[in-house]
């Protein structure tokens, strides 16, 4: 394969809230926002065809139910809408960069969104629009992880890319702990036996039944999404055997 050439025909990205959320900025930082619609308008280039789910933390988290005195399903309904702020946000960045676009929302909110239909949503993509799913998957107690391994499946998508703020999956927390470990390819096994929580076990349990690959890598590096998608040297790679492909 050449170099800069596209790994996968058709992607799943999902981006946390904090990914949208740029330092000194509130909610929602306009330059990161255009910055990540400008990465992912090349990749649209290569040929790629995008769906993306959009998490919500940097506006609410359903964690912060008791804390707060709210009920955990009240709170997560607060979370899906966090989301649909960040989706219409990043739909105006797509549209911006030229590119066209459907946001899709596990809930009803007709006058700004579409109703979730996988049909539907893979005649967008083939028709070379990119997707944003919002609001999780409409239920509550379901991170926003496992509605992006969830979608990844009904679209048939070729891999999950988890975009954080570090380069991958390590042994613990790089963030709290020096001596770590980074693992280039894991298997789901692993990541669930070592109870390594780059993503809940629920999405990691659904990938693994499903064989959908994850790919876990730093956004904060500009560029890094193209090379998440054209290059095996960058994040960690979780797929069923461990090693660089099944």
Known sequence: MAPGQAKYKRVLLKLSGEALHGEGSFAISPDVISDIAAEIKEIHDL?????????????????????????????????MLATMINGIALQNALEKKGLHTRLISALEVKEISEPFIPR???????????????AGTGNPF???????????????ADILLKATKVEGVFSDDPQ????????????YADVLAKELKIMDSTA????????????????????????AVTSDDIGTLINLSGERND
């Open 47 to 79: 040929g790629i065809e995008i769906a993306i789910v959009t998490g919500g933390g940097n506006f609410f988290r359903g964690g912060r139910a008791a804390e707060l005195g709210i009920d955990r399903a009240s709170a997560d309904y607060m979370g």
């Open 204 to 227: 990691i349990s659904l990938s693994k039944d499903n064989q959908l690959k994850i790919k876990i890598f730093n956004i904060t590096q500009k560029g890094n999404i193209k090379k």
């Open 176 to 187: 709290r702990v020096k001596n770590v470990t980074k693992f280039k390819h894991i298997s």
């Open 142 to 156: 379901f991170t926003t992880d496992t509605a992006a391994a969830l979608r990844a499946i009904e679209i048939k």
């Open 120 to 134: 539907r949503a893979i005649r967008h993509l083939e028709k070379g629009r990119v997707i944003i799913f919002a």
